[in-house]
T-cell receptor, first 112, second 113 residues
Framework: NAGVTQTPKFQVLKTGQSMTLQCAQD?????MSWYRQDPGMGLRLIHY???????DQGEVPNGYNVSRSTTEDFPLRLLSAAPSQTSVYFC???????????FGQGTRLTVV | GQQLNQSPQSMFIQEGEDVSMNCTSS?????WLWYKQDPGEGPVLLIA?????ELTSNGRLTAQFGITRKDSFLNISASIPSDVGIYFC?????????????FGQGTILTVHP
């Protein structure tokens, strides 16, 4: 029973590099979301999706792209990493018929 | 947008003590969620509240949905070392969908044996 799986767990990037954070869920949940966690600021929504082919912006979308081609996967792309994107990133999945959102273990990203 | 303010920001307590924390909102929420995050892990749902005035327990945890629908409270009784972590309040944004959650800043709890 994997739940929400994120890869990698840790990543160091140089400014300007690109990368994709992977997220997969095996609960057949309709909704998937990406959050970033910074000290003293809680979790802030980056992008979310209500189903395959449908995505929308959250509170802090700049510098990030997403797509949702399948129910299971929701990758987050950083096109040109900046030091301000140093953070811990969490992927979550949820369903209208299940209470709350289920989170992965996070990806700790450092941009130097 | 909606904002959630949690207090206190951090707490240092002795094992066996009770803990109280709260969360206030600038706008009404129809659902309140309380999450706990262990070090190096993602948040895990502890309690969900659906109705103004509702009081719900989960073991040593008790949470209440404020009657104004703009606040919520979490109490932990007889704390133990494994209660250490960050506690977040959260609420669905723009309706009841859990795909868009607004989080408080978190309360960092440290329990001394």
């Amino acid at each position: 029973n994997a739940g929400v799986t994120q890869t990698p767990k840790f990543q160091v990037l140089k400014t300007g590099q690109s990368m994709t954070l992977q997220c997969a869920q095996d609960m057949n949940h309709e909704y998937m979301s990406w959050y970033r966690q910074d000290p003293g600021m809680g979790l802030r929504l980056i992008h979310y999706s209500v189903g395959a082919g449908i995505t929308d912006q959250g509170e802090v979308p700049n510098g990030y792209n997403v797509s949702r081609s399948t129910t299971e996967d929701f990758p987050l792309r950083l096109l040109s990493a900046a030091p301000s994107q140093t953070s811990v990133y969490f992927c979550a999945s949820s369903s209208p018929v299940v209470v709350g959102a289920f989170f992965g273990q996070g990806t700790r990203l450092t941009v130097v | 947008g909606q904002q959630l303010n949690q207090s206190p920001q951090s707490m240092f307590i002795q094992e066996g003590e009770d803990v109280s924390m709260n969360c206030t909102s600038s706008s009404i929420f129809n659902t309140w969620l309380w999450y706990k995050q262990d070090p190096g892990e993602g948040p895990v749902l502890l309690i969900a509240l659906y109705k103004a005035g509702e009081l719900t327990s989960n073991g040593r945890l008790t949470a209440q949905f404020g009657i104004t629908r703009k606040d919520s409270f979490l109490n932990i009784s007889a704390s133990i070392p494994s209660d250490v972590g960050i506690y977040f309040c959260a609420g669905p944004s723009g309706g009841t969908s859990y795909g868009k959650l607004t989080f408080g800043q978190g309360t960092i709890l440290t329990v001394h044996p």
